[in-house]
């Protein structure tokens, strides 16, 4: 297998874009007619996320193709849950963006990096962990977490959750240089300098890539997206329903798990 001949690289956000928990899958068709789902990630010795077998076999074919780096908000932990089909990916950015994987081991220069640049260019974790804990409500908060220590989200009910409440906490957090993103049942605050985009700017100076192509769903994958030359989002998302859009990000038709096996066709015509 050759994988240094491409100059591109192909960046992905995982979650909701190439593999889906079983609340996510999104089968609305009928029964006989469900793809046949591949198993990528066991928690608890419970099976968690999935992509269709199809895409399984794309996912192959394209990181003998190019360059592929997962691209994920989640921690290292959570990441190494993950059993994606092929070989282990050469780079994979998690904690969005706050940690670099090289070839699976992590890069402490770039942690330390980033943790420089979150100094400089934002409010510190502690003040926004204390202005989560005074405005969540018990009745709907079911989980606070730290990240990495690089940030904070809430996962919550989100049929007892307010309207307006994460606008209120998103217009709050801006001007102390944070990102609010609600993803299902998870509500996140993320420093803005801690980014897949930054991340991936280290990827393309290190390895002299020449062309970009991503995919994501979620307000934390605009960024990813704007640094692409070409990029595809699913039908869901937040991306989706707040109508987000790019010149060269393409929305695409489909939803669930067939969203992923779509991206990853997508990605390979662009790469043929």
């Not at 994987?101 to 974790?125: K, Q, Y």
Request: aromatic share 6%; net charge neutral; with cysteine.
């Amino acid at each position: 297998m050759n994988r240094t001949y491409s100059r591109t690289i192909v960046a992905s956000d995982l979650d909701r874009t190439l593999i889906y928990s079983a609340a996510a899958l999104a089968l609305t068709m009928p029964d006989e007619d469900a793809p046949r789902l591949l198993t990528v990630e066991v928690h608890e010795a419970r099976p968690l996320s999935y992509m269709t077998e199809a895409a399984g076999r794309l996912l192959v074919e394209l990181a003998d193709a190019v360059r592929f780096v997962p691209a994920t908000t989640r921690t290292r932990k959570q990441y190494r849950r993950i059993s994606l089909p092929g070989p282990q990916p050469s780079y994979a950015i998690c904690a969005n963006g706050g940690h670099l994987l090289v070839g699976g081991r992590t890069d402490h220069d770039w942690n330390r990096e980033m943790r420089r640049r979150l100094d400089d260019g934002s409010a510190p974790l502690a003040e926004v962990r204390a202005h989560l804990a005074a405005t969540a409500d018990p009745e709907w908060l079911r989980k606070e977490r730290v990240a990495e220590d690089l940030f904070a989200y809430l996962v919550v009910d989100r049929d007892r959750l307010p309207a307006g409440w994460v606008k209120e906490l998103a217009a709050w957090a801006e001007p102390l240089g944070w990102t609010v993103s609600l993803q299902g049942r998870k509500i996140y605050a993320v420093p803005k300098p801690l980014s897949k985009s930054a991340a991936l700017a280290e990827i393309v100076r290190r390895t002299g890539a020449e062309r970009v192509l991503a995919a994501g769903d979620s307000l934390l994958d605009a960024d990813l997206l704007l640094a692409s030359d070409a990029g595809w989002t699913p039908a869901h998302g937040e991306l989706a329903d707040t109508g987000w859009t790019a010149s060269h990000v393409t929305p695409l038709p489909a939803g669930g798990v067939l969203a992923g096996e779509q991206i990853l066709r997508r990605f390979l015509a662009s790469t043929a």
